[in-house]
């Protein structure tokens, strides 16, 4: 019986049991923070029933994944990348909207967002370019060239709906650029430039954007206020310029007196912070937050604000450890794999989790703007939760051969 199952969860056992650990808490956190959403259905068990037949079949996805020969992958690079780029393009013409934001593409009643595919994929395809132009002295200078042609159109067609996911993107990559040793003088000089056009591009916002509340944008959305004229070549380019001003403006004013803030004006930030005060450390237990009824998208963007609330600092650290695991076990399967293509699709996989959960956490605990980024493997989701297992189980098909090659290793010494 052990065998069996041995043979079916197969790869890194840290991974699997991080893995593990991050979907009941998922299954937990989620079943508490719908409060909302098992209201307006009526039905107390059908979101949290979805939530966990989409978890169900996101480790069978990460199964049949895992049993994927890393040497497949790269066959899939272009087919991916076609479908990426479609996508894209789709969502930017005719993608579903939800509040201001088109990110969404509906398709045979599944709706996903393309941009999660192509986070993916762009991985995928750098950790080729640098495993096939590596050298003695690390990755030729081309490599650099070929990574951009790749990189920046799917983070400028990202960025145009979705800014955070876009910047998110670009972060992993440059930083596998580092790991895989592309010369510094170019990552500097791309660095100063990315600098200098986030200053443009923020000036941009700044000046075209208006700076709207929460209650502004949701009288938009009922088309109780007037909606505003046509807009500019420029603010078309930059249509939710009044969303990241808004939200760029609220970070940088500083913290009013809790006589002077503004419930309706500012309810995410209030609520989230409310839920962590409220929380007196020990947490007030599994189901039991009052925050979740008033806190907007609590199962998704803000659910770690639910779990400090309820599982306290003991809980919102091991969430931080579980994170901190999956990257250190990452960064232990690439230094075993024989081949560096592996190596560096293991390191991105793992950065692009990581990254992603650590600026949702910052995000619930004030530390950065608010962004609609959820928490990998931990909110609620759909398509994106499935991919994410996808993502956990080609870290788990790299651990598999970085496994076979330590045991040949071993062999090899005992003769």
């Not at 956190?29 to 719908?34: H, T």
């Not at 899939?76 to 088109?102: E, N, R, Y």
């Not at 000036?203 to 088309?223: N, P, R, W, Y």
């Not at 496994?403 to 040949?408: G, I, L, V």
Request: with cysteine; glycine share 6%; hydrophobic share 50%.
């Amino acid at each position: 019986m052990n065998k069996k199952i041995g043979n079916i969860f197969k790869g890194d056992k840290v991974i699997w049991m991080v893995f593990f650990f991050l979907c009941m808490i998922s299954i937990v956190e989620v079943f508490s923070a719908s409060s909302g959403l098992t209201y307006k259905s009526q039905n107390y068990v059908g979101p949290i029933a979805y939530h966990t037949t989409t978890i169900v079949v996101g480790v069978i996805v990460a199964i049949i994944t895992l049993n994927i020969p890393c040497r497949y992958f790269k066959l899939m690079t272009p087919f991916l990348m076609l479908i990426s780029l479609l996508t894209l393009l789709w969502v930017l013409l005719a993608g579903t909207k939800v509040g201001d934001a088109g990110r969404w593409i509906n398709l045979f009643g599944f709706t996903f967002q393309p941009s999660e595919i192509a986070k993916g994929t762009i991985v995928l395809a750098v950790a080729q370019i640098l495993a096939a132009m590596q050298r003695e002295n690390g990755a030729d200078k081309n490599a650099f060239k070929w990574i951009l042609w790749i990189t920046l159109p799917a983070c400028l067609f990202i960025g145009l709906e979705n800014l955070s996911t876009a910047a998110m993107l670009f972060a992993v990559v440059f930083l596998m650029m580092f790991i895989g040793l592309v010369p510094l003088k170019q990552l500097g000089k791309l660095a100063a430039i990315i600098a200098a056009l986030g200053i443009l591009a923020i000036s941009l916002i700044m000046l075209v954007g208006h700076d709207i509340s929460d209650e502004e944008k949701q009288l938009a959305k009922t088309e109780q206020v007037e909606q505003p004229k046509e807009k500019s070549f420029v603010g078309k380019m930059f249509h939710r310029a009044d969303t990241w001003k808004s939200r760029i403006m609220k970070f940088r004013r500083p913290a009013p007196s809790p006589q002077e803030y503004d419930l309706d004006k500012d309810a995410q930030v209030a609520h989230a912070n409310i839920a962590i005060v409220s929380s007196n450390i020990i947490g007030k237990g599994p189901g039991k937050s009052t925050e979740r009824d008033f806190l907007s998208q609590a199962f998704s963007d803000f659910i770690y604000a639910i779990v400090i609330e309820e599982l306290g600092i003991v809980g919102a650290f091991s969430v931080m450890f579980l994170y901190i695991i999956l990257l250190y076990r990452c960064a232990r399967i690439a230094s075993r794999c024989e081949n560096n293509f592996p190596a560096f699709l293991a390191m991105g996989l793992g950065l692009l989790l990581v990254i992603q959960a650590t600026f949702n956490m910052m995000v619930a605990v004030g530390l950065a703007p608010v962004t609609g980024q959820p928490l990998p493997l931990i909110s609620k989701g759909g398509t994106s939760t499935i991919i994410n297992c996808a993502y956990i189980g080609a870290i788990l098909s790299v651990s598999r051969s970085a496994k076979m090659k330590a045991e040949k290793e071993n062999e090899e010494k005992i003769v």
